[in-house]
């Protein structure tokens, strides 16, 4: 059976404007990521982000995403701007993941076929959770496209989100289908890659919380 969780968590991820952070918090999601992958449009500098930090309320969670960077940077990039959780979406093994003393949530790349015949679990037991999303092993997560949810590992064993595509369209049937721990979402809540918008923030909120409802 599926759990009923009382509060679906909410991740706004590739925000690169602070007013986008101080209304992400004013609209009480759990957490804000700054994105440092290589390739990403929304891809912010460490000193941009530790501005950004600042505009968060607390309890507000700051993640760091990267994927596939060097060991140096992230490590800078945690000195710098002092996350609270790290996200990773490349091909790093635990052992890289949970070498900065902060714990990590792992991206599983839900868009081709998974080779490790291993749990999730066996191969990141550092790991704080999962984070699912539709992009292929080795490709570029933030694309704003879904995957067949029915894919998602029956017992993960850790909490996990799920991630790809999700907007105030489809997050209510999301979290009703699948029931996440949370939620996670960058295209679905802007108006081109980092802008945030307002309205779009508000609503997918909204529809969350509505889903949570349905699901008591
Ligand atoms: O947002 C990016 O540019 C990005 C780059 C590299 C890896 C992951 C990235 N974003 C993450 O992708 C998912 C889903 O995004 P979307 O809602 O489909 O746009 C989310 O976890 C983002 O944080």
Redesign the pocket.
Known sequence: MKPNYFRTRI?F??VTRAGDVRLASELGVDAV?F?F?H?????VEAEEARAMRSALAPFVDSVA?F?DNTQEEVREIVRHMRPSLL?F?GSEDDAFCRGFGVPYLK?IAMGGDDESTLPLRARFPGAAGF?F???APGG??????TFDWARIPQDPGKPW?L????SAANVFDAVVVTRPWGV?????I?LS?GIKDGDLMRRFVEEVRRADCHAL
Do not use: F, N, T, Y
Request: proline letters at 3%.
């Open positions: 991740k991820c590739g990521g994105v992958a390739q990403s449009r929304r891809r995403l994927k996200q979406h991206a984070l999303d539709s992009h570029e997560g933030g694309s704003g496209e989100l991630a790809g595509g999700l996670d979402v960058s295209s679905g802007e890659p």
